[in-house]
């Protein structure tokens, strides 16, 4: 827990200074934020054999298992399109991003990406596991 607000005292000698979670403090999340995109390259693109839907799928173990890459194309200039992707919307969407984060605890997800951006309308019918 960190303290945030004012830390002037008021004529009753009080503090107007409110606890929140690390994790959704303001300093944390653009902390994260600023290397969020670095990490695009965990991810491979992945072909439905079904649908011919692409999509993203991890290719690198958070804890360094090994993994079944079997099903992803492994191919710079998709990781890199990936990045620039990210950067993009980072860019763009900072503020939306920060405000969800630290203060939505439900559907983050499908409320930044539908109702707020508009960068997925598909987003609700299609599960993100990852997000």
Do not use: W
């Not at 994260?32 to 290719?59: A, F, N, P, Q, W």
């Not at 939505?104 to 707020?116: G, H, M, V, Y």
């Amino acid at each position: 827990m960190i303290q945030t607000g004012s830390f002037r005292i008021n004529p009753d000698g009080s503090q107007s200074i409110r606890e929140i979670p690390l994790a959704r403090s303001e300093g944390n999340l653009l902390e994260l934020m600023e290397t969020v995109c670095e990490r695009m390259g965990d991810y491979g693109e992945h072909t439905d054999s079904s649908t011919t839907r692409k999509s993203y799928i991890r290719i690198k173990s958070r804890r360094g298992e090994a993994m079944d890459l079997s099903e992803a194309a492994l191919d710079s200039r998709v990781t890199g399109s990936l990045k620039f992707a990210c950067e993009t919307i980072v860019e763009q969407h900072e503020d939306e991003v920060i405000e969800f984060f630290a203060y939505e605890t439900e559907n983050i997800k499908d409320k930044l990406c539908s109702e707020r951006t508009d960068l997925c309308d598909h987003a609700l019918q299609v599960s993100h596991d990852e997000l």
